[in-house]
């Protein structure tokens, strides 16, 4: 249905209702009607109808199909559906009442999840954004984050590395404040804190995302809001009919991009020409001479496999509603032997016991099964530089113990994939909920939330005496099995009330969080053989069994009061009390205020006859939040074990580790923000801006102690650090035909962020890299100025004597001497911006969904280009360089020699890039199958990661300066959504 | 509103206020000790004597704690006259190179200098709590363990005044009340005069002699003083502590045959050096001080790495056949020594002090002059030939043709191939007092009685005996060259009898253009300067 239709049926609504008040008469009323998504036109399951100013109410059911009986004809039904737009409409009668809603982003009465409870988008005042459906909901995800990245303004995800898990990611909202302290955002699953990986969480469970940023916002959370909140809340159940659905795909993945590095061939020369005919070993030699040579990253990788598959069930009636999923991936990554497999189950459950009391439960069952160690890949085994000139496979085939027999400090890349290993984990999170609505006071409720998360994962590996580290050991076994146990309890309570043109909201909370780690290990070596492999610690000559116990609470009290006039005018005031164990004996607690303002212009008198603003609305917000992500007992000093002997018998041993610091308290950071929500052109253009200033004070930081003092850190809170920045999003239908549509949704972000003070005297660390005015994320060193050339006076430098070849660095202080002033900040880790775009082309039932993001104005170190990594005697392998020589005299590389580079000068290139995400195409054959009983049929065909354009040469941009990490994969899927 | 009030707040307050308890907000510690739960008891001060024993011990083992790699006592034994790096890296490329690289931005030097603080705050920690601690044992009891402490933490401003000259003087535990950013450089006169109470009390409160392998004796505390006496310029009363060790019958030295191999060909001056003959209770009376490493053994994995960074890499020389074929004709074997991956080698002066004399000290049981072909033989040769090092060649570096030390010969008997070692090792023995008596008596004018103390080395070794007019530093330097080489702090020697510059030029070849007198004495790392935040610390003249 067009949004023309719709409207002119509603409106016909709204007329006949005029011109027969008789029929309007003050009596119940059964309404029934179809909701439907307005674009789709597809029916929409579990939307919620009530009526307003009542409790209770229904849910649609899989066709969309609902009945409720309201009061009279002037009953307004409400019509809620996360991530759509609510609607009102009046009853006017008895019959038909069909409503298409509306999803979108930032439409005004879209519900959303704001903690502690939910708030229209018209009268939020702090800065919360929501995640689009669409990279949600169609999107072949196989874990969370993928689908933040890029999306949202003010939201970084970084992929760190490849990998079957896809865990490698860094989430940072509006840039990284605190140094020692987690940067990483609270992230709120179902209103219980979740501790877990985000590769725990089924992403098709989930129903939508919102993203706290401002300190307004994150104050309900203040202790731990400084990085940010995201929001996750899984699905629902509905009213009527159980709807069954299918979600599937299948993938083929393959490596993006791989270094260039020498051939063999070349890597002798490269050898040769560098140390000598002499550095050349007889096995490297006769390697060479047998021309048989291992292609090590072959043999390390591989074409990659990645399938999922979901099955849920949605449905229930006016009392109870239930969802329940089962959701299983399987992964095989683009290294040799490393996957990952899941199988989640989720049970969601609401029941309706008495008209004033709700029970719910929100429970996910999951299992990991990460077992296999892959090939490695850093590090002098890794195989990206492993030495060419060596024998990956022994006459029968197995991988050699020793490649390179000449130098068996090499074991072979290959080895762990030969590692008796096993890793599984096992988690419970579930989070349930009281619901008391108090008959006899309107508007006041009482919510009690118990959340209990429990993780159990065992690792076993064990290398036998077929690879170099276990014939060392004669068997090494190492186990580890580690037991997360995390119970949170809330007691909210809400009064929702409005009087007039008043509205009010009021919440408070009282709650208590403990979370418990345990961890027992066991390193066994020196087994009488491999056969039992894992299973013969007993037997084991040399034995060190390990315990850990950590434990944290936190104690917080909570109250948020919003007021809004007349939809005009809205105020948020919150104040949060925390108290965590973390912190010394005295500052323990913290308070965190914050006040938002915000004014709906659109809603305004003056504003009635302007046409261009759909929606005009200004947000001011002010508050802290604080930071408590340290580990317990930072507090005390500790000693660490180093045991000794007398004999043969062990003499126990201890020396302090740690010093004690009794002061430890809160990091605090102190946002303001301005943001502005617009609507164009009736809301065909909408968009938010905000502008932000956070400023972090009491920084916990492991300050470097003189070495005098025999401990070289101690956690303190000293320093400051500031982020400052603009995000903009838009979104706006370009071609709204009626086959045809294109919409496009964007972000751009800026933030700059920098340390401000450190220890109080103004002065830079450069033991930790860290220098006041600059991002925290910083690398100091002399600059690159090309190569000492024949025609230079390199008896009298400003380096001293060098030879023509070496390398040259930047005199930047121009003093004629090169020395530790000229060092300087090299590149930048900070983007001058970052954008994401999505574009989405509807003709008919096809739609093209195209994702690119892009990452501009950083630079770093290329570790590539540096030659400390082949080590004396040429042992690992190097990327290609254009090398001087007398006869190639160019500036861009030194000579081919181990004294070419003697202050270690490293290369600096730009890391920006722009990368073509998502590229999807989908057919809908919903319209077509809706008569055989199918409310949606789906197909579709996805390339991931398909191009990345960048000057970077090596691994990926995104991956940081070692570039010795697991490869990017490139996907290509083919996936089905099916609901019956 | 008025009646919602009366419902509302009582509400609101309980839940808000219920159960808010302070001790649920206590650190629960179980699995964290600290000091004061440990030195509760006589064995709680054992127990950080033991953490204290496995500090020493890591002297020779890597400079990042549980590391195989850049040998903690790398400054001391190489850039010296008789040892040199034989490898290019960026810790060995300091003493060879010098110049630029020999700065206080050299990460080595920091690991060194945390290591001895790391270590001094221990013994801090152990005396300073020894004295406040109102336990249940004896007088006796108590001293015993407060000298083993003091005698430690002396060895450790040893190591600091020799390589860095004055150096901040701290006795008190850290804690983190006393937190400085104003450290100062103490004059190195009154660094001294706290290592020699540190080890009169020691001497004073040690037994002689111990049944227990890890227990300091008094011989330890007599060498260090005699040794500190030489330093502060008091030959005299250096004589007199080097005399208590070289007269004590339970110190006397190792002159026959014993031990472990005693029935296979060998010296007495070997022998010492063997697995399972190293201690006092093994056999070896000569040992004033050992450390302890055993393999599968929890506390016993110390990691000394000797063997790995002196012993050569014969596993990579190679020899042509007949048919001009080259192949590595030695495989890594027990025999052989183990496995070592020669960073540290003699210089060519070093090796020439043995040419054409006899002396056991540079005998082919003392090193490896030669290693047998046990794989691969080239074409004309076969298993069991014999491949001979370079003997007149200079020095180079990542050269495998070229003798090493056989001290530290050792490999694992399940792997031969790894590469810690877990032998028992002595780190001082009355063979080096001899030595000090030697200097002692140099500097009193009676060269008699130092060539008296020589001879008493080079009857064990059944070498020539010297005379008086032998004796000069230079000739007592050769000695304790041939006794103790890649045993002493080298470097300590040197600089203390004012000839290491003089004596690099003219017998490291690899270091002698680039060494300055700067070198002498090394630069304070770094990070001490830069964490110094209030107080400018001062830095050693030259760099």
């Not at chain 1, 996360?82 to 019959?95: D, H, I, L, S």
């Not at chain 1, 005919?277 to 990788?301: G, H, I």
């Not at chain 1, 919903?926 to 409310?935: I, P, Q, Y």
Request: glycine share 8%; with cysteine.
């Amino acid at each position: 249905m067009s949004m023309s239709n719709c409207l002119l049926r509603l409106s016909s609504l709204f007329f006949l209702s005029l011109l027969f008040p008789g029929l309007l008469l003050a009596q119940s009323i059964v309404v029934k009607g179809t909701v439907r998504d307005q674009a789709k036109n597809e029916p929409l399951a579990g939307v919620t109808v009530q009526v307003k100013g009542a409790t209770g109410g229904t849910t649609t059911d899989s066709l969309g199909h609902y009945s409720i009986t309201v009061p009279d004809r002037k009953a307004v039904l409400t019509f809620n559906y996360v991530g759509y737009t609510a609607q009102e409409q009046t009853a006017n009668r008895a019959g038909a009442l069909d409503v298409a809603l509306a999803a979108s982003t930032a439409s005004l009465n879209e519900v959303v999840v704001v903690g502690y409870g939910t708030q229209k988008r018209r009268d939020i005042t702090g800065s919360v954004v929501s995640l689009d459906h669409s990279r949600l909901e169609n999107m072949p995800n196989t874990n969370f984050a993928q689908a933040l990245e890029g999306a949202l303004p003010g939201v970084s995800v970084t992929t760190a590395g490849g990998g079957a898990e896809g865990e490698n990611v860094n989430i940072l909202i509006r840039g990284q404040k605190s140094i020692k302290a987690t940067t990483g955002p609270l992230v709120i699953l179902d209103g219980i804190p979740y501790n877990g990986s985000f590769s725990d969480i089924n992403p098709t469970d989930i129903a939508s995302t919102e993203i706290l940023k401002d300190a307004s916002a994150a104050a309900i959370y203040g202790s731990r809001g400084s990085n940010g909140v995201i929001l996750i809340t899984t699905k629902r159940g509905s009213n009527g009919k159980p709807v069954i659905s299918y979600d599937g795909f299948a993938a083929e993945e393959k490596i993006a991009n791989l270094p260039s590095v020498l051939t063999p061939q070349q890597f002798y020369q490269f050898k040769v020409t560098r140390e000598g005919q002499a550095s050349v070993t007889t096995s490297e030699q006769a390697v060479y001479d047998s021309k048989k040579f291992p292609n090590w990253l072959n043999l390390a990788t591989q074409n990659g496999s990645k399938e999922q598959h979901g099955l849920s069930i949605r449905g229930g009636n006016t009392t109870t509603k239930y969802f329940a999923s089962v959701n299983y991936l399987d992964t095989k990554g683009v290294a040799v032997n490393d996957h990952f497999k899941r199988l989640s189950t989720r049970i969601n459950l609401e029941a309706n016991l008495t008209k004033w009391l709700t029970y719910g439960t929100n429970t996910s069952l999951g299992y990991d099964n990460r077992s296999g160690l892959p090939a490695t890949f850093s590090g002098d085994n890794g195989a990206y530089f492993f030495n060419p000139l060596t024998t990956a496979y022994d006459s029968a085939g197995n991988p050699t113990i020793y490649p390179w027999p000449q130098d068996t400090h090499f074991a072979n890349p290959l080895a762990p994939t030969l590692a008796i290993n096993s890793d599984n984990a096992y988690q419970v999170f579930t989070a349930n909920y009281l619901l008391v609505k108090f008959p006899f006071i309107p508007g006041l409720s009482y919510r009690l939330n118990t959340g209990f998360e429990y993780n159990q994962r065992r690792t076993s590996t064990y290398y036998g005496r077929n690879t170099a580290d276990g014939l060392a050991n004669n068997g090494d076994l190492s186990q580890k099995n580690s037991n997360i146990n995390n119970t949170t309890i809330e007691n909210i309570v809400t009064y929702d009330r409005t009087f007039g043109k008043h509205a009010i909201n009021f919440t408070g909370l009282y709650s208590y969080e403990k979370d418990l780690t345990n961890v027992d290990s066991l390193d066994a070596q020196q087994f009488p053989s491999d056969a039992l492999t894992a299973y013969q610690p007993n037997v084991a000559l040399a034995l060190q069994p390990g315990s850990a116990y950590a434990k944290r609470t936190l104690i917080s009290q909570m109250y948020r009061l919003n007021y809004s006039f007349d939809g005009r005018y809205l105020l948020t005031v919150t104040g949060r009390r925390d108290g965590s164990s973390v912190f010394g004996a005295n500052n323990k607690y913290a308070f965190f205020p914050s006040v938002a303002l915000g004014w709906n212009i659109t809603n305004e008198n003056f504003m009635e006859h302007n046409t261009l603003f759909s929606n005009l609305k200004l947000r001011l917000s002010y508050g802290s939040n604080g930071n408590q992500a340290i580990s317990p007992y930072q507090t005390l000093a500790a000693l660490t074990t180093r045991n000794y002997i007398d004999g043969s018998l062990t003499a126990p041993g201890y020396i302090p580790s740690t010093l004690d610091n009794p002061d430890l308290h809160w990091e605090t950071t102190n946002t303001a923000n301005v943001g502005i929500d617009f609507g164009l052109l009736k809301n065909r253009i909408q968009g938010t801006l905000d502008v932000y200033d956070a400023k972090t004070h009491d920084l916990l930081l492991d300050r470097q102690l003189s070495p005098v003092q025999g401990i070289s850190t101690i956690t303190q809170n000293i320093g400051k650090t500031e982020n400052r920045g603009i995000e903009l999003s838009i979104g706006a239908v370009a071609i709204d035909q009626k086959d045809f549509t294109w919409s496009l949704s964007g972000n751009i972000s800026m933030n700059r962020n920098k340390i401000v003070e450190l220890y109080g005297d103004g002065k830079n660390d450069t033991l930790n890299n860290w220098y006041i005015g600059h991002p925290i994320h910083s690398d100091l060193g002399y600059k690159f100025g090309g190569v000492w050339q024949l025609t230079d006076d390199t008896l009298h430098s400003n380096m001293g004597q060098v030879h023509p070849g070496q390398a040259k660095i930047k005199d930047l202080n121009h003093d004629g001497v090169i020395n530790s002033y000229d060092r300087t900040i090299l590149g930048s880790y900070q983007p001058s911006f970052t954008w994401g775009l999505a574009n989405t082309f509807k003709y008919k039932a096809i739609s093209l969904y195209v994702f690119v993001q892009g990452v501009e104005g950083t630079s770093q170190i290329n570790n590539l280009l540096s030659e400390g990594g082949v080590q004396a005697g040429v042992r690992h392998n190097t990327v290609i360089k254009d090398w001087w020589t007398p006869t190639n005299p160019t500036n861009s590389y030194w000579i081919n020699n181990p004294q070419s580079n003697p202050l270690d000068v490293h290369i600096v290139q730009s890391n920006a890039f722009v990368r073509v995400k998502d590229m999807m195409l989908s057919y809908d054959f919903s319209s077509l199958v809706s008569k055989a009983g199918m409310s949606r049929l789906r197909l579709y065909v996805e390339a991931r990661n398909l191009f990345t354009f960048t000057k970077w040469k090596g691994l990926d941009p995104e991956f940081s300066s070692t570039q010795q990490q697991m490869p990017l994969q490139k996907e290509y899927l083919v996936g089905l959504n099916v609901s019956f | 509103m008025t009646c919602y009030k009366k419902i509302f707040i009582p509400l609101l307050s309980l839940s808000l206020v219920a159960g808010c308890s302070k001790k649920e907000l206590n650190e629960d510690s179980r699995g964290v000790l600290t000091a004061n739960l440990l030195f509760t008891s006589p064995a709680g001060f054992q127990n950080a004597l033991n953490g204290l024993y496995d500090e020493v011990r890591r002297y020779r083992s890597g400079d990042i704690y549980g590391q195989i790699n850049d040998i903690m006592n790398m400054q001391a034994v190489i850039g010296v006259d008789d040892a040199y790096g034989n490898w290019r890296d960026p810790t060995v490329d300091v003493f060879n190179l010098w110049g630029i690289i020999n700065a206080a931005s050299f990460g080595h030097y920091n690991h060194v200098w945390s290591y001895l603080y790391e270590t001094i705050n221990e013994a801090n920690t152990i005396i300073n709590r020894a004295d406040e601690a109102k336990l249940n044992w004896t007088d006796a009891q108590k001293n015993n363990i407060v000298a083993q402490a003091r005698l430690i933490r002396a060895w450790c401003y040893r190591h600091l005044t020799n390589l860095w000259g004055d150096v901040p003087l701290t006795l008190q535990e850290s804690t983190g009340a006393n937190i400085k950013t104003d450290w100062e450089r103490t004059p190195r006169a009154q660094v001294w005069a706290a290592m020699r109470d540190d080890l009169v009390f020691a001497e004073a409160n040690l037994p002689v002699t111990s049944t227990d392998d890890a227990q300091l004796i008094q011989g330890a505390a007599s060498h260090y003083l005699a040794e500190l006496y030489l330093a502060m310029g008091k030959a005299d009363s250096a004589k007199i502590e080097a005399t208590k060790v070289t007269t004590n019958p339970a110190y006397h030295l190792v002159t026959n045959r014993y031990g472990v191999n005693a029935a296979a060909p060998g010296t007495p001056f070997t022998d010492m050096f063997l697995d399972g003959n190293s201690l006092r209770s093994q056999g070896n009376t000569e040992a004033l001080w050992t450390v302890q490493n055993a393999l599968n053994l929890n506390g016993g994995e110390g990691y000394n790495i000797m063997r790995r960074y002196w012993a050569n890499r014969y596993y990579s020389l190679t020899v042509k056949g007949t048919d001009g074929k080259t192949t590595s004709p030695i495989q890594v074997v027990a025999a052989a020594g183990g496995r070592g991956i020669g960073r540290l080698s003699p210089t060519r002066w070093m090796l020439n002090l043995f040419k054409g004399i006899q002396d056991d000290r540079g005998s082919n049981f003392s090193w490896h002059y030669y290693y047998t072909m046990n794989t691969n033989p080239p074409k004309g040769f076969k298993i069991g030939d014999t491949v001979r090092l370079d003997s007149t060649g200079a020095e180079k570096l990542s050269n495998p043709n070229w003798p090493s030390t056989a001290k530290w010969d050792w490999s694992s008997p399940t792997n031969v191939l790894i590469d810690p070692q877990y032998n028992d090792q002595f780190i001082i023995r009355t063979g080096e007092t001899y030595l000090l008596l030697a200097e002692a008596d140099y500097d009193l004018g009676d060269k008699q009685g130092a060539a008296d103390a020589i001879n008493a080395l080079r009857a064990r070794a059944h070498a020539a005996a010297v005379t008086a007019g032998d004796i000069t530093i230079d000739f007592i330097l050769d000695e304790r060259a041939k006794e103790l080489f890649s045993e002493e702090d080298r470097r300590y020697v040197l600089v203390r009898t004012g000839r290491w510059l003089d004596r690099v030029k003219a017998d490291n070849k690899i270091a002698a253009p680039n060494v300055q007198a700067r070198d002498t004495i090394l630069p304070i790392p770094q990070p001490v300067i830069d964490a110094n935040r209030t107080k400018p610390m001062s830095q050693n003249p030259g760099y």
